[in-house]
């Protein structure tokens, strides 16, 4: 087999056909594929268009540049040449002419593509200045042949011109970038890519190289070569496969091209483009993010170095967002007092905070994080578990903070069965996004569904978890059903919701199958339905899935005609599992207090004022793991663990008692996680002194049983607590002053759009009160905007079960008017109008 040394000896005559057939030689070389046949062909062409440029050269200086690809040495075998001829004005045009013409000629005569500029060293930077794409190519020129001082000129000028006018030019490539992205779309998603114009191809790639030339900004290192060479072997054997200059993986070469790379079949290669692309993607992502903000601050710097007088330099400011996590630079960094070694759970705080402000996740804090964070433990804390919700019901924004999770391997850490689906294409027609990316799309879709099921927690997990059984072979829905089961429990959810989580992933299309393939209104049908979801609640949760699914798949899979027969299909379901026993709503009403409550309502009733007790829990004990113990271990279902401290509170019944409560606890920047209101009537003798009168029944205190969780640092002191509330029952703390004092000293960030509020007055039978649901966004002071809208429209609230799932509030409220009946209907709906109104943006200060 001839070398490449042979190769040049038989070119001694520079004949077109002397090269072309060493051409051949090497293209059709086993042996030698990827860089090495890259850097062969590139090396075989210089040798011959040196050859062809020759000695005898007009006079003064003149030499012969490869600039673009060809310059950086990245031959495909179809790939055009790239060439200036370069000189100084000097020699005769006509000689210049003459040797351009024994150059081009050769080279079409073989019918290569050739891209070719005959120009000085001023005509050069002029049309670079003129034209980016010239720029970009001329920052990779390359000498061949020639006056070599010449080319090394150029280049320095080159260099300088692109320094010193990247404040403007950098952002041109970037609007030239999402240009092409816009037309081309994401390489990592396309079934038919176009491996050098779609964002995180080569043209990707080589834009991060002009970055790195301004000295700007840099782009992160790792994996990035690895990137670009996967998708060039790609490129190449395209080229060998098509015998065309194509950068098109169309599907009927797939096949042809996985087997020239080795690979085992076509879902391998593109795969393994996938995993290139998203690597290409996540890096433009970070410089472009950090372009931007070097140049905000060349902007911004010299006005702060003017007003706070002279040199000094500007305070950098850093606004909390969770415990070890703050705002910074437009990024969501770790806080300084951050100690990701001991804290599993700061990867998921850090995401679910930086999701929710609607802001990046920084490089710096993903790689400690992933370096330093040891493996959660199994099952997880309860804290990992609402992070994960918190994270995905954020809706557009959990993608991007997702991708940046994902890059430094923390999701495949944190479920290790995500590793199947991971880049996993898709070949079919309905579907637009890859396994993974289907997934986390299905559940920003649910994101905007939460408000319509009852436990938006189970919903955003099985978005989550529905096709993870597409990396196993079979039915997908029954491998993924068993997967489900696992990963739930990991999470630490209990055996109920682990139950509920398995039906939503086994039958995640019974609906849509169901309502576009069976007759209706065969009572077999809706029963065979009714069967497989077992109760109200899973359907409701179905009923979104399936909605949620559809439309994160593609424009095909959902229509309003599809939308209308799901809905029918559900209508009934719902009719026939209504027949079942139903609930006694008021049961928790009847519960016998515990003796912690009764000691509590006595001592309110006594001193006729707020009780507590603050109560905290105890770590739990957990083992240290090995991250790879940590995910072969697969938990048995329990209990989970509950989530922040015990907050016991019994105040004497009387008006303004939640918003006063829950309104201290806003102030306090106390999370309210669940809480439990209840109406406690004392018997007479728990209030009477020895030898006193009185009636049987004594007067009633209300019971509230909260478990919050401090939003930043340590819990407040219980006694401050009780003074604060004190103070808000006898009206001298103005609280929703003090919560818009707060919100004017630190306005909110841009973050996510929520879906809105959705108040409703529930059928829930209950034979004591009104149920008023309230399903909305969290946030601080929420529940004291509830309270105030409900005194406002002068009811009292009996009861309440209050929780916070995520980002998500599933709140019911038992209401009666002020002689203790439940209200008449019009008045329950004009109450929840009320409600829903105080709940919309800018409807109130304190929220």
């Given amino acids: 087999m001839a070398s490449v040394d042979d190769v040049r000896t038989e070119e001694a005559d520079d004949r077109p056909s002397g090269y072309a057939a060493a051409r051949l030689r090497l293209l059709q070389e086993g042996a030698r594929s990827g860089p090495p046949r890259r850097t062969a062909l590139a090396e075989l062409t210089d040798d011959w268009l040196t050859g062809l440029f020759g000695t005898g050269t007009p006079g003064g200086g003149v030499s012969l540049i490869a600039v673009g690809g060809y310059g950086r040495g990245e031959l495909s075998p179809r790939s055009d040449l790239d060439l200036l001829l370069l000189h100084d004005g000097s020699a005769d045009l006509g000689a210049v002419a003459a040797l351009a013409d024994r150059?081009?000629?050769?080279?079409?005569?073989?019918?290569?593509?050739?891209?070719?500029?005959?120009?000085?060293?001023?005509?050069?930077?002029?049309?670079?200045?003129?034209?980016?794409?010239?720029?970009?190519?001329?920052?990779?020129?390359?000498?061949?042949?020639?006056?070599?001082?010449?080319?090394?000129?150029?280049r320095t000028a080159v260099l300088a011109d692109w320094r010193n006018q990247a404040p403007k030019r950098l952002p041109e490539l970037r609007e030239l970038c999402e240009e092409r992205a816009a037309r081309q779309g994401e390489l990592q998603y396309l079934l038919e890519p176009d491996l050098k114009e779609a964002r995180g191809g080569l043209r990707d790639a080589t834009a991060l190289r002009a970055v790195a030339a301004s000295w700007l900004a840099d782009a992160p290192r790792e994996g990035l070569a690895d990137a670009r060479r996967r998708l060039l072997d790609v490129r190449d054997a395209l080229h060998l496969a098509t015998g065309r200059a194509t950068d098109r993986l169309a599907l009927?070469?797939?096949?042809?091209?996985?087997?020239?790379?080795?690979?085992?079949?076509?879902?391998?290669?593109?795969?393994?483009?996938?995993?290139?692309?998203?690597?290409?993607?996540?890096?433009?992502?970070?410089?472009?993010?950090?372009?931007?903000?070097?140049?905000?601050?060349?902007?911004?710097?010299?006005?702060?170095?003017?007003?706070?007088?002279?040199?000094?330099?500007?305070?950098?400011?850093?606004?909390?967002?969770?415990?070890?996590?703050?705002?910074?630079?437009?990024?969501?960094?770790?806080?300084?007092?951050?100690?990701?070694?001991?804290?599993?759970?700061?990867?998921?705080?850090?995401?679910?905070?930086?999701?929710?402000?609607?802001l990046p996740l920084s490089l710096h804090a993903v790689r400690r994080m992933a370096a330093a964070t040891r493996p959660l433990p199994s099952p997880w804390p309860a804290e990992a578990r609402e992070q994960l919700v918190t994270?995905?019901?954020?809706?557009?924004?959990?993608?991007?903070?997702?991708?940046?999770?994902?890059?430094?391997?923390?999701?495949?850490?944190?479920?290790?069965?995500?590793?199947?689906?991971?880049?996993?294409?898709?070949?079919?027609?309905?579907?637009t996004w890859t396994v993974d990316r289907h997934l986390v799309e299905t559940a920003v879709r649910a994101s905007e569904l939460t408000r319509r099921v009852g436990r938006p927690d189970l919903l955003l997990v099985a978005a989550l978890l529905h096709d993870i059984g597409k990396g196993w072979p079979g039915d997908h829905s029954v491998a993924g059903e068993i997967i489900a089961r696992d990963v739930a429990a990991r999470i630490g959810f209990d055996r109920v919701d682990v139950a509920v989580l398995a039906t939503l992933v086994r039958h995640h299309l019974l609906l849509i199958e169901t309502a576009t393939r069976r007759d209706l209104e065969d009572p077999a049908t809706v029963r065979a339905v009714a069967d497989a979801v077992g109760s109200q609640g899973t359907l409701e949760l179905l009923h979104a899935l399936t909605e949620a699914d559809a439309l994160a798949s593609g424009p095909a899979a959902w229509s309003s005609w599809r939308g209308s027969l799901v809905s029918d299909l559900v209508k009934r379901v719902s009719a026939l599992l209504a027949g079942a026993a139903p609930?006694?709503?008021?049961?928790?009403?009847?519960?016998?207090?515990?003796?912690?409550?009764?000691?509590?309502?006595?001592?309110?009733?006594?001193?006729?004022?707020?009780?507590?007790?603050?109560?905290?829990?105890?770590?739990?004990?957990?083992?240290?793991?090995?991250?790879?113990?940590?995910?072969?271990?697969t938990p048995e279902p329990a209990e989970p663990e509950p989530l922040g401290v015990e907050l016991l509170i019994a105040v004497p019944d009387q008006s303004g008692v939640l918003p006063a409560v829950s309104g201290v606890l806003a102030m306090h920047r106390l999370t309210v996680r669940t809480a439990e209101l209840?109406?406690?009537?004392?018997?007479?003798?728990?209030?009477?002194?020895?030898?006193?009168?009185?009636?049987?029944?004594?007067?009633?205190?209300?019971?509230?049983?909260?478990?919050?969780?401090?939003?930043?640092?340590?819990?407040?002191?219980?006694?401050?607590?009780?003074?604060?509330?004190?103070?808000?029952?006898?009206?001298?703390?103005?609280?929703?002053?003090?919560?818009?004092?707060?919100?004017?000293?630190?306005?909110?960030?841009?973050?996510?759009?929520?879906?809105?509020?959705?108040?409703?007055?529930?059928?829930?039978?209950?034979?004591?009160?009104?149920?008023?649901?309230?399903?909305?966004?969290?946030?601080?002071?929420?529940?004291?905007?509830?309270?105030?809208?409900?005194?406002?429209?002068?009811?009292?609230?009996?009861?309440?079960?209050?929780?916070?799932?995520?980002?998500?509030a599933v709140d019911a409220f038992y209401v009666t008017g002020l002689k203790g009946a439940p209200l008449p209907s019009e008045e329950a709906v004009s109450v929840a109008r009320a409600v829903e109104k105080a709940l919309q943006p800018g409807a109130g200060s304190g929220g």
Avoid at 142 to 151: M, P, Q, V, Y
Avoid at 594 to 622: D, H, M, N
Avoid at 735 to 740: G, Q
Avoid at 783 to 788: A, N, V
Wanted: some cysteine; aromatic content about 4%; overall charge neutral.
């Fill in 103 to 154: 150059i081009w000629y050769p080279v079409w005569d073989l019918g290569l593509a050739l891209d070719h500029s005959v120009r000085t060293p001023t005509e050069a930077r002029k049309t670079a200045g003129d034209d980016l794409k010239v720029q970009l190519g001329l920052l990779d020129a390359r000498h061949l042949a020639g006056d070599l001082g010449l080319t090394a000129g150029l």
């Fill in 583 to 633: 609930v006694d709503p008021d049961a928790s009403e009847n519960a016998e207090p515990t003796a912690e409550q009764e000691r509590l309502a006595v001592e309110a009733f006594r001193t006729g004022g707020p009780v507590l007790s603050l109560r905290t829990q105890p770590e739990p004990v957990v083992s240290a793991v090995t991250e790879e113990a940590a995910a072969k271990h």
């Fill in 391 to 431: 994270l995905l019901g954020a809706g557009r924004t959990t993608v991007e903070v997702w991708e940046a999770l994902e890059a430094e391997g923390l999701i495949t850490r944190l479920l290790p069965d995500w590793e199947r689906v991971r880049c996993r294409p898709q070949r079919n027609a309905v579907h």
């Fill in 678 to 808: 209840r109406s406690l009537s004392l018997p007479d003798e728990w209030g009477r002194g020895p030898g006193e009168g009185g009636s049987p029944q004594g007067p009633s205190v209300l019971l509230l049983n909260w478990r919050v969780a401090a939003e930043y640092g340590s819990l407040p002191q219980a006694a401050r607590l009780r003074a604060d509330l004190v103070r808000a029952l006898d009206g001298s703390l103005d609280i929703a002053a003090r919560l818009a004092e707060r919100d004017a000293a630190y306005p909110r960030r841009r973050g996510t759009v929520p879906p809105p509020p959705r108040v409703t007055v529930a059928s829930a039978d209950s034979r004591l009160a009104t149920v008023i649901e309230v399903r909305a966004q969290d946030a601080p002071g929420l529940l004291h905007r509830i309270g105030r809208a409900f005194d406002t429209s002068r009811v009292r609230v009996r009861s309440a079960h209050v929780s916070t799932l995520g980002a998500n």
């Fill in 252 to 358: 009927q070469e797939q096949d042809q091209v996985a087997a020239g790379l080795g690979l085992l079949d076509a879902d391998v290669l593109l795969r393994q483009v996938y995993e290139a692309a998203r690597t290409v993607s996540y890096a433009s992502d970070v410089t472009w993010r950090e372009v931007g903000r070097v140049l905000k601050s060349r902007s911004v710097r010299p006005r702060l170095r003017a007003m706070l007088g002279g040199g000094k330099a500007a305070p950098v400011e850093r606004s909390p967002l969770a415990e070890g996590v703050v705002e910074m630079d437009g990024e969501a960094v770790l806080a300084r007092a951050a100690r990701p070694e001991r804290d599993p759970v700061l990867p998921l705080r850090a995401a679910a905070a930086a999701a929710q402000a609607g």
